[in-house]
Each structure stands twice: as structure tokens, then as C-alpha cells.
């Protein structure tokens, strides 16, 4: 397929795109520029404001946590370089000394103070991340404690997604709260940024390009070659797969899975491959009293756990992992993927494809005739994302559970689940702290204060998984701590509270003269990125 007029255009305006100042770059004579794409959009700058993976990839560019996961996930110093636990409820964090913002002004401890704040508002979508976390207070200039409401465990995973903001800067553009995106707020945050990082943001274009440019001022080491990065969001598999085959751009974040195969054998191209810790699953309606968008009406049959289990038997995840991830993937009934801590295997075993069981028991249901639903469904967010969720409309239309396929770009679509809008939906969640509470608090537990439930669309509540939550919160035992997320999976499972699919293998393809550092949180850093 040939590239369209508007995208040469495009790319190769942002190719020749001059930098922004001299303050901002290193002037160097093999300034490089790395292109990448992939199908959706950033959807904000905010860096508190939509918890989301291509979300956070873009700020990790230009915001920086206290701690960091280096190249294979280990914990890091960042913007603290040490950390000293003063009590079970205290953490001491000393502050990297003469770092300073984009736009010149220095960082401190009230930045800190002010980013930890801002994070716990009510609009920030970053909940799960300041899970038990009270308030933070300034030592001195370059101190900081953070007081959390008891022991946590997790704290140091938490604070790496957490990114500080300028307070000054915020106060300036009236930002001190993040940008409320899934009502639709515009606010200045949304298309401009002011972090400490390694690139620094030149221009927001959403739906159209981000570009960014090396901070010359940065306080770390920039291991690779890169100056300028532009990403370009590219939501055609083949326009996407013509523009990295001609060269136009060096890397996919998300090649079609159909087309890996070819992509392996062209010479000018390479592959990198890895198991990411997210995991795809189907979620449904089992808070309401009547369903919304069905042909059923005054009752619910998504509260009825014979729906939910003739689901789960109709549902074959084995064929959605050969038929439509040709093979990238790993089928599971488990709601956690082996890379996060608290995993246990015994929880993978998914439950049987059987038709006549589900047949059964959806009679038994009181619905021998099946009943129609919608399902909201991505289009560029996941690894053929809209193709699992038209295989699983087939799927479920041998039990006469007929799906109106709702499919929508990931800008649609985060705001309208997140405003409970949906009756059905298909989500992908990794887990960026690499513990199972991340998971279990989101996703499993009933809807609540403090990050419990935030992602919980469905109204799914059990009290003893509930307990089980609140249990890990403060546990600081490992051992326990996989106990406990086991009998929390198990409980989950047994109410079919949600239906999981799979574990992604995340494939990136690229030029062959790039080189990137491939990890299971699949972000790509272009600080470690080599364009020779």
C-alpha cells in the first residue's frame, strides 16, 4: 500500500523540522532524528492526568519520578538519589542537587511537595499510584518525607510513575490541579510540558505528531545518538508497516501481527520480541440493575454467575491466540502476568471451551434465546484489539449472546468507560509497579476512596477479596503477600468477576540500523535509542 500524499508530507517535513533553540539541544554535527509510530495517540501532557502506557511513555520523555526502572526494570535512583525508610510510615528521600527544569528553574523539594499533592486531586487518574500515601513534607531544600497512612510495601514501584512537576510553572498556567480528560477539559497542561528530563517537549500536534528535542542541560547521561524525536500516530497496519518498509519511519511500536513473519525475512528490517505484563481481558456490567444498550430490560443478566460462567465456557481464548495473535500471546485465566510479583502458575488454567454446558446454563439463566449487548471495543490500543473483540462477538453468538460491536479510537473510547458508559468492554492493564495489589486494587476491588476500584467500570464487589486488598496494602511480607494474590485470583475466578484472555508478547519492528531497549512494560526510551 502506498503511503498517502498528507503522510510524506508529513514525515518529511518533520524529518527537516528545525530545532528549537541552542539552549535546548546539543549542536552537534550528527544531530540524529528518531521517527516512530504506532496506531493511537498520546492522549495528553499531563503528567497526572491519564494513567495510560503510550500516556506514560511520552512523559517518561520529558517528566521525571523520584525513582526509575532502569534497562531491565530494577530500581533506580532518579530525581532522589538515596532513600532512608525512618519509620514504618516515613520515608526520607535526599534530592538530586542543580537539576533544573526545562525552562530554567531549579528543582527542589517544594516541587516535590507540590507534584505529591497534585497526584492525590481527585481528577488525577494516578490513584493506584499514591496508594496509601498521606502527604509529602519538605526537610529543607533538597529533603523530602513522604508519610503514608501505614507500612507500604510498594511505595519505592509507586513513586516510579509518579513524575514532578514545576510548581511555579503550574501556578503560572493555572495547572495546579491535572486535567480532567475524560470530561473533556482542555487546560494548558494537555499540549505543553515543563519536566526535567531528556527531551524537552517543541510541539503537540494531537492526532498529528509530537516532536520532541534533546535537553542539552539534562542532569543524567544520554546513552544513545538521538537529538530529535518525532512519533507520528499511524492507525492503518499496512500505511504503518509502508512507512517503516521505506524507511519514512525507524520503529512500530505495534506491526501487525499478520505481517511479523514477512517483516522477519526483509534484511533493511529486525524484530524485537518479549512477554509484556499486561494482560487482555473482557469485563462486563454486574453493578446495574438493568443493562444498558441490551435488548433486555428491567433486570441484568450479567448479575446472574451462569451468564457469566456459559461466557467463559463459549469464550476460546486458544483460538483467539492462534487465529487472531498468530501465536503472540499466552491464553490465561489468571487477571496477572507471570512478570509481576505475587504470580502464581496454578491460577493460569483457563476453564474448558463447552458449548453444551453453556448452552445449559444459560437456559437455566432464564435465557434459553440469548439476549443482545453491545461491546465497547478499542481499535488502536492493543495488539488487534477490534479483531479479539470481533472473534469474541462470533464466539458468543453460539450461545445467542448477539454482540453489537462498538469499536472506537482509544480517545474515544478511555473517556467513555471511565465515565461508566459501557455495559461490555475489552481492557488491556499492565502493571508498571510490578506488584499484584496494582492489579488487585484497580481492577478487583469495589469501587472506593484512595485508588480502590479506580479502573473498576463494572460494579464487580466481593467483601473477602475486598479484605484480601486492604490486607496487601500493609503487608510486608512476600510470602504472604503471594498467598494472599492467589486467593484473591481464585476468588475472582470463581465468580468469573472478569473473563482474562491473554498475556501479550509485545513485538517492536524497526530499521536495522536502530537500536532500542526492549522491555516488558514495553516503553520505549529514546535516551537509550541508537540511530547509526
Request: hydrophobic share 40%.
Amino acid at each position: 500500500m502506498k503511503l498517502s500524499a498528507q503522510l510524506k508530507q508529513s514525515v518529511r517535513a518533520l524529518a527537516v523540522a528545525g530545532v528549537a533553540s541552542a539552549s535546548l539541544i546539543a549542536a552537534t554535527v550528527d544531530a540524529k532524528t528518531f521517527r516512530w509510530a504506532s496506531q493511537g495517540d498520546v492522549l495528553t501532557m499531563d503528567p497526572h492526568s491519564q494513567n495510560e502506557g503510550l500516556n506514560n511513555t511520552m512523559s517518561d520523555h520529558v517528566y521525571e519520578p523520584l525513582v526509575t526502572r532502569g534497562k531491565t526494570m530494577a530500581l533506580e535512583p532518579c530525581l532522589a538519589v538515596s532513600w532512608t525508610q525512618v519509620n514504618p510510615t516515613t520515608l526520607r528521600l535526599k534530592l538530586r542537587d542543580k537539576v533544573t527544569f526545562h525552562n530554567g528553574a531549579p528543582f527542589s523539594a517544594d516541587d516535590v511537595v507540590f507534584s505529591i499533592t497534585r497526584a492525590l486531586e481527585k481528577t488525577s487518574d494516578f490513584s493506584a499510584y499514591m496508594q496509601g500515601i498521606k502527604e509529602a513534607k519538605k526537610i529543607d531544600n533538597l529533603t523530602v518525607e513522604i508519610i503514608t497512612n501505614g507500612p507500604n510495601p510498594t511505595l519505592l514501584d509507586q513513586l516510579t510513575e509518579v513524575r514532578m512537576m514545576n510548581r511555579e510553572w503550574a501556578v503560572k498556567f493555572n495547572a495546579l490541579k491535572p486535567q480532567d480528560y475524560k470530561n473533556k477539559e482542555e487546560t494548558y497542561t494537555a499540549r505543553n510540558a515543563n519536566g526535567t528530563g531528556a527531551f524537552v517537549l517543541k510541539a503537540r500536534e494531537p492526532d498529528v505528531k509530537t516532536v520532541l528535542v534533546a535537553n542539552s542541560n539534562w542532569w543524567g547521561k544520554r546513552e544513545g545518538d538521538v537529538n530529535e524525536v518525532v512519533y507520528t500516530p499511524i492507525k492503518q497496519d499496512a500505511t504503518r508497516v509502508s512507512a517503516l518498509i521505506s524507511g519514512e519511519i525507524d520503529l512500530v511500536l505495534d506491526p501487525p501481527v499478520q505481517d511479523i513473519g514477512k517483516l522477519k525475512e526483509n534484511k533493511s528490517l529486525k524484530i524485537l520480541e518479549g512477554n509484556e505484563n499486561r494482560t487482555i481481558f473482557l469485563n462486563y456490567d454486574q453493578g446495574r440493575n438493568e443493562l444498558l444498550y441490551s435488548s433486555v430490560k428491567g433486570k441484568n443478566p450479567f448479575k446472574d454467575i451462569r451468564v457469566r460462567q456459559a461466557m467463559a465456557h463459549a469464550i476460546d481464548a486458544n483460538a483467539i491466540r492462534v487465529s487472531v495473535m498468530r501465536g503472540l500471546a499466552t491464553t490465561s485465566m489468571s487477571m496477572i502476568a507471570p512478570q509481576v510479583r505475587g504470580y502464581t502458575k496454578d491460577v493460569e488454567k483457563r476453564w474448558p471451551l463447552d458449548l453444551a454446558k453453556a448452552k445449559k446454563l444459560m437456559a437455566e439463566a432464564g435465557y434459553p434465546n440469548g439476549f443482545e449487548v453491545t461491546l465497547d471495543c478499542p481499535n488502536n490500543r492493543y495488539i488487534n484489539d477490534e479483531k479479539i473483540c470481533v472473534a469474541i462477538s462470533g464466539m458468543l453468538a453460539k450461545i445467542d449472546i448477539k454482540i453489537k460491536l462498538n469499536s472506537m479510537p482509544r480517545a474515544t473510547y478511555f473517556p467513555k468507560i471511565q465515565t461508566n458508559d459501557t455495559s461490555m468492554y475489552l481492557l488491556g492493564w499492565g502493571v508498571p509497579t510490578f506488584d499484584s495489589l496494582y492489579t488487585l486494587q484497580s481492577i478487583l476491588r469495589t469501587k472506593g476512596a484512595g485508588g480502590d476500584g479506580n479502573w473498576n467500570f463494572s460494579g464487580y464487589s466481593n467483601p473477602k477479596l475486598d479484605a484480601i486488598v486492604d490486607q496487601l496494602k500493609t503487608e510486608i511480607d512476600f510470602k504472604k503477600r503471594a498467598d494472599l494474590t492467589r486467593d484473591a485470583l481464585l476468588l475472582d475466578q470463581a465468580d468469573v468477576g472478569h473473563i482474562p484472555l491473554h498475556h501479550q508478547v509485545i513485538p517492536w519492528a524497526m530499521r536495522s540500523n536502530v537500536t532500542v531497549v526492549h522491555r516488558p512494560d514495553n516503553r520505549m526510551h529514546a535516551k537509550w535509542a541508537v540511530v547509526k
